[in-house]
Every structure is written in structure tokens, then in C-alpha cells.
């Protein structure tokens, strides 16, 4: 039962670059959530989808982009990479309703 | 702009003490009221979920809910050392997509 599965655990980009952040999930849930954590910071929301073709942005968008084309995977796109996307990016699931989020292991993104 | 407050800590009880973590929120509409706890470098984890004023009881966590007054707490009896987290308040409004929104944490030290 692995839950939610995030990759890379770990990674340095140069500014400018791009990449994409995984996170599946095994737990047929319809609602999936990005969020960043900054130290010592609560969690932000980015984007979140409620089912496969839909999305939204949260509160800190700008600079990101996701997809939703299976109720598993739910990628999240840096593009043009950039010092203030230095964080801790955190996937998670629900199955919606009172059932609360499960949460990914997280990616840390260090950005030079 | 919805916002969930906590106080930041640290706070620091003994082993075997009673600590008490609090929780404020600006949307009186939010439906549901989730405590996660955050071990440093480690992903949130969910450890109780309240909807109806009142308290809620697991084991040794208790969550209490006053609507009226937009303010949730989290008691932890018999505090051990393992307990030393961070404590995250999340909060969940009427919308649709079940986003949550997040305190920024309260630090917990429990002292041997």
C-alpha cells in the first residue's frame, strides 16, 4: 500500500532551468493538492485538481504549471526555475468530504 | 483572505504533562478542523479531525472545537519526548474542493 508516491526526494536546479515534480497516488482519490513549505512556514497551496481533466490554481500559482490527465498522477511543472522556488514541495490526496489530506514524503528543491 | 493562526512556540512541558496547543481561524464558515503533526524533515500526519463543537477524544489526544468563538485546540496528555513536533492546524471551508489552509505550526518540546 504505498500511498502517495513523490520523486525525486531530493534535487539542485541552476536558475532558469525547468522541471517536473511527480506524485501518484494508489488510493483512487479524486482530490490531489500541491503545496510548498518555506522554513519555518506553514504550507501554501499551488495548484489542486478535484478529479482527472481538472485543475486550479491555489494561492501562490505564479511560476508553476500542473496536469491531471489520470485519477493517479498528478505532475507539477517549474518552469524557468527561479531562487524564490527554493522550498519543500509537499503532493497529497483525499478522498474529499471530512477525510483530511494524506501527504507525499516531499520534495526538497534547491534552487542556484 | 481566509487565514488560520497559531502561535509559533516553542512551547516546552515536561514529560508526563498536559501540553496544550491552540488554534484560531478567520472563515466562519469552515466545516472541518484537522490537526497534523510534522516530525522535523518528514511529511504532516494526520492525528485527528473534529466537525461538531465540543471535544473529540483518541487515546491520549484530545481536539476541542468552539465555532462560536473560531477557535480549535489540540490537548496531548501524558506528553512523551516522541511527541516533539510540530503541530499543524488545518481548516477546511464550504468550498467544494476540500482544500485545506494551514497554520504555520507550533513547535512542541517535551523535555525528559
Known amino acids: 500500500n504505498a500511498g502517495v508516491t513523490q520523486t525525486p526526494k531530493f534535487r539542485i536546479l541552476k536558475i532558469g532551468q525547468s522541471m517536473t515534480l511527480q506524485c501518484t497516488q494508489d488510493?483512487?482519490?479524486?482530490?490531489m493538492y500541491w503545496y510548498r513549505q518555506d522554513p519555518g512556514m506553514g504550507l501554501k497551496l499551488i495548484y489542486y485538481?478535484?478529479?482527472?481533466?481538472?485543475?486550479d490554481k491555489g494561492e501562490v500559482p505564479n511560476g508553476y504549471n500542473v496536469s491531471r490527465s489520470t485519477t493517479e498522477d498528478f505532475p507539477l511543472r517549474l518552469e524557468l526555475a527561479a531562487p524564490s522556488q527554493t522550498s519543500v514541495y509537499f503532493c497529497?490526496?483525499?478522498?474529499?468530504?471530512?477525510?483530511?489530506?494524506?501527504f507525499g514524503s516531499g520534495t526538497r528543491l534547491t534552487v542556484v | 483572505q481566509k487565514e488560520v493562526e497559531q502561535n509559533s512556540g516553542p512551547l516546552s512541558v515536561p514529560e508526563g504533562a498536559i501540553a496544550s496547543l491552540n488554534c484560531t481561524y478567520s472563515?466562519?464558515?469552515?466545516?472541518?478542523f484537522f490537526w497534523y503533526r510534522q516530525y522535523s524533515g518528514k511529511s504532516p500526519e494526520l492525528i485527528m479531525s473534529i466537525y461538531s463543537n465540543g471535544d473529540k477524544e483518541d487515546g491520549r489526544f484530545t481536539a476541542q472545537l468552539n465555532k462560536a468563538s473560531q477557535y480549535v485546540s489540540l490537548l496531548i496528555r501524558d506528553s512523551q519526548p516522541s511527541d516533539s513536533a510540530t503541530y499543524l492546524c488545518?481548516?477546511?471551508?464550504?468550498?467544494?474542493?476540500?482544500?485545506?489552509?494551514f497554520g504555520s505550526g507550533t513547535r512542541l518540546l517535551v523535555r525528559p
Open positions: 472563515d466562519r464558515v469552515s466545516q472541518s
Open positions: 485538481s478535484v478529479g482527472a481533466g481538472i485543475t
Open positions: 488545518a481548516v477546511n471551508g464550504q468550498d467544494s474542493s476540500y482544500k485545506l489552509i
Open positions: 488510493m483512487n482519490h479524486n482530490y
Open positions: 497529497a490526496s483525499s478522498r474529499g468530504g471530512n477525510y483530511g489530506y494524506t
